[in-house]
């Protein structure tokens, strides 16, 4: 029997208009151009603004998109996965609210929430879908609005994160390509340096928790910046070496875009050069789950059928992991 696999068929991205530049960010924070690109290679974030603007607006239109670049009509989509941190509300799943505002009447879904890593255990998801037979064309989403749970007095994180997001198609694919293989780890002990820590049911909101700023990202950087340049460059080695890969048989490494030191560390780790590195954290920040299907919609024209694809992430939580991908069509 021929193996099912997964492939991504078709890449949309979508960011809002509002560029949120390092000279601005000076006059709102004790911070530089020179400090912030130095040590994160950011220069500038999009920012979603207006009222009632949350996650699902980047998703609806990054699925639209894809809908219409794949000729896709909407009531063939089967299911759709979204990738967030930063939901519309606790409920609906922002998966269900993405799925009426594009169409999609006949798709089930839900959302997947692993910090940064989100987008790679969302695809992992989707794919078990698809090679069971379950279901023929899976959406994957991953999105951020960041700026709702950034305080922009804290330069140790109002200076990283942006809002933007992605999409991508999954269909079935018995010609080898698709997604390969994947590692997702996850170490709970790492909540402690990075995590919001009020609007949950440990310390739901209060007049309390609002004036302590608990609504906000907390994030230790020194320790999350050790963890993850050892943890995301070890899982992308590690998938390597699971697979029989070499560098030269790896085209491109898909990192998620948080810090271009950890990027830096990972391609090393693996032993491919920067032309191998898909980047535009410079442009976008870091976007959280956004970040790689962003990259993989910036580089899209670049990508060829057979391309060996790493993706890599690591997030809060802690949560970290790579996924092995054989690209499966050429530029259109």
């Not at 009222?51 to 299911?79: H, R, Y």
């Amino acid at each position: 029997m021929t193996k099912v696999q997964a492939a991504i068929t078709g890449v949309q991205g979508w960011v809002p208009d509002y560029v949120l530049d390092n000279k601005e960010l000076e006059k709102m924070v004790d911070t530089t151009d020179e400090w912030i690109t130095t040590r994160t290679g950011i220069k500038e974030r999009r920012i979603l603004k207006g009222k009632d603007q949350g996650t699902s607006v980047i998703g609806i239109n990054a699925v639209k998109g894809l809908l219409e670049k794949t000729g896709t009509s909407p009531e063939e989509i089967d299911m759709i996965l979204c990738a967030t941190t930063t939901p519309d509300m606790l409920f609906p799943a922002t998966a269900n609210i993405i799925a009426n505002g594009v169409g999609a009447k006949n798709a089930y879904g839900y959302d997947v929430q692993a910090a940064c890593s989100g987008f790679l255990n969302a695809l992992v998801t989707g794919s078990q879908f698809i090679e069971t037979g379950k279901a023929k064309k899976v959406i994957v989403v991953g999105a951020d609005k960041m700026s709702s749970i950034i305080d922009y007095k804290d330069r140790t994180t109002c200076i990283i994160f942006g809002d933007g997001g992605g999409a991508v198609m999954l269909e079935p694919n018995e010609d080898g390509f698709g997604i390969q293989d994947s590692i997702l780890k996850v170490d709970g002990s790492g909540e402690q340096y990075l995590h919001m820590k009020a609007g949950g049911s440990r310390r739901p909101a209060s007049q309390e928790t609002l004036a302590a700023g608990e609504h906000y990202v907390y994030q230790e950087g020194s320790a999350v910046f050790k963890f993850a340049v050892t943890n995301m460059a070890d899982v992308a080695a590690e998938i390597m070496e699971k697979n029989d890969l070499t560098s030269d048989d790896v085209r491109w490494l898909v990192p998620h875009q948080a810090n271009k030191r950890i990027i830096d560390a990972t391609a090393n780790r693996m032993g491919v050069g920067e032309d191998k590195v898909m980047l535009n954290i410079m442009r976008y920040g870091n976007t959280t789950s956004g970040t790689i299907p962003l990259c993989l919609w910036d580089y899209e024209n670049q990508l060829k059928k057979g391309d060996n694809i790493i993706l890599a992430a690591f997030g809060g939580g802690f949560t970290w992991g790579s996924v092995y991908i054989k690209w499966a069509y050429d530029p259109k």
